[in-house]
């Protein structure tokens, strides 16, 4: 079981934490929602939970909640600028379909 991040998703998320002033690193959850069912939700972790599990890409901490991980296992986290457009990119193997607005996924 495993969660990872690209180097550019790591520089990201590291440039943010230090511009913050705090933090250990980044949480990746799912909830229920949108067209196909679930949504990533990502937050920046303070205080890590005891029952997360944490992964480590780059440098970076990522913690993940239990009941998310079945849903998330094997996905890379991508950081990435497309024109005007930037934002983090989720390579999810579990992933049968999304939306058509893309913002949810169903598996």
Do not use: W
Request: hydrophobic fraction near 30%; charged fraction near 25%; include cysteine.
């Amino acid at each position: 079981m495993a969660v990872t991040l690209t180097q550019q998703a790591a520089n990201h998320i590291d440039r943010y934490l230090q511009r913050r002033g705090k933090g250990v690193g980044l949480r990746l959850g799912v909830r229920t929602t949108g067209c196909s069912g679930m949504a990533y939700k990502l937050e920046y972790v303070d205080t890590p939970d005891p029952a997360d599990e944490v992964f480590e890409s780059h440098g970076v901490k990522v913690f993940v909640d239990p009941k998310s991980l079945s849903y998330i296992d094997g996905t890379e986290l991508d950081y990435a600028r497309e024109g005007l457009n930037e934002g983090f990119k989720f390579r999810n193997p579990n992933e049968k379909a999304t939306c058509g607005c893309g913002e949810s996924f169903t598996v």
